[in-house]
């Protein structure tokens, strides 16, 4: 099964690689979507099978070294199959 994820990472997320962690794990997962910078969060979308998105969402709540999550918002969405790579901006 597919599933979409949009999600918005708190915390002190910038300046540690957040994004390019997240691009590297979604890209060996096969999972396509975008992660983005928003203003201090980090902001994601990710398309793929459902254990490939139950992984990067644990990914997400650790971080890579040097992050200190203070919250994330997970808001499940219709999959729409819309993207063919993973991207960050």
Same mark, same amino acid.
């Given at each position: 099964?597919?599933?979409? %994820?949009?999600?918005?990472?708190?915390?002190? !997320?910038? #300046? %540690?690689f957040?994004?390019?962690?997240?691009? $590297?794990?979604?890209?060996?997962?096969? @999972?396509?979507?975008? *992660?983005?910078?928003? #203003? $201090? /969060? !980090?902001?994601?979308?990710?398309?793929?099978? /459902?254990? *490939?998105?139950?992984?990067?969402?644990e990914?997400? !709540? @650790? #971080?890579?070294?040097? *992050?200190?999550?203070?919250?994330?918002?997970?808001?499940?969405?219709?999959?729409?199959?819309?993207?063919?790579d993973?991207?960050?901006?």
């Amino acid at each position: 099964m597919n599933r979409r %994820v949009h999600i918005l990472i708190k915390g002190k !997320v910038q #300046g %540690v690689f957040f994004r390019a962690a997240i691009e $590297d794990k979604a890209k060996a997962l096969h @999972i396509t979507g975008w *992660a983005k910078n928003t #203003g $201090d /969060d !980090v902001e994601a979308l990710f398309e793929g099978k /459902d254990e *490939a998105i139950k992984e990067i969402l644990e990914f997400c !709540v @650790i #971080g890579p070294k040097g *992050a200190k999550l203070t919250g994330i918002d997970i808001d499940e969405l219709p999959y729409t199959g819309e993207f063919e790579d993973f991207t960050r901006e």
